[in-house]
């Protein structure tokens, strides 16, 4: 028998699940301190205390994800701000990010 695949898959309404996790403030806060913990477990040089622009990035948690999953460990500078990224001169220079303002200004410190 085969399957409808002309039938959307079910997908979840994701802020929904996430409060009904917790407050927008607290999985921010979690998140940033998983990635915290996990950039001094395989990033050597790491800072004790990575800035919030650096643990929001998704090019920083890219590279910390790698290495958890047995890639190579990032050296310090992959650890970079989204600023740093998207600047005048960075890798990503004149790209947009496309990022969710209400969640910024929901937790900006």
């Known amino acids: 028998m085969t399957k409808n695949r002309?039938?959307?898959p079910w997908s979840?309404?994701?802020?929904?699940?996430h409060a009904a996790i917790a407050p927008v403030s607290t999985l921010v806060r979690d998140r940033r301190r998983l990635y915290q913990v996990a950039a001094e477990?395989?990033?050597?040089?790491?800072?004790?205390?990575?800035?919030?622009?650096?643990?929001d990035s998704p090019i920083a948690r890219h590279h910390?994800?790698?290495?958890?999953?047995?890639?190579?460990?990032?050296n310090s500078a992959a650890l970079i701000k989204i600023a740093d990224a998207?600047?005048?001169?960075?890798?990503?220079?004149?790209?947009?990010?496309?990022?969710?303002?209400?969640?910024?200004s929901a937790i900006a410190p």
């Open 6 to 8: 002309s039938v959307t």
């Open 12 to 17: 979840p309404d994701i802020p929904a699940v």
């Open 41 to 55: 477990l395989v990033c050597p040089g790491a800072p004790s205390r990575l800035e919030y622009d650096v643990t």
């Open 64 to 74: 910390i994800g790698n290495a958890l999953a047995g890639g190579p460990s990032p």
């Open 86 to 104: 998207v600047g005048e001169h960075g890798p990503f220079a004149g790209a947009e990010l496309l990022c969710d303002v209400r969640l910024h």
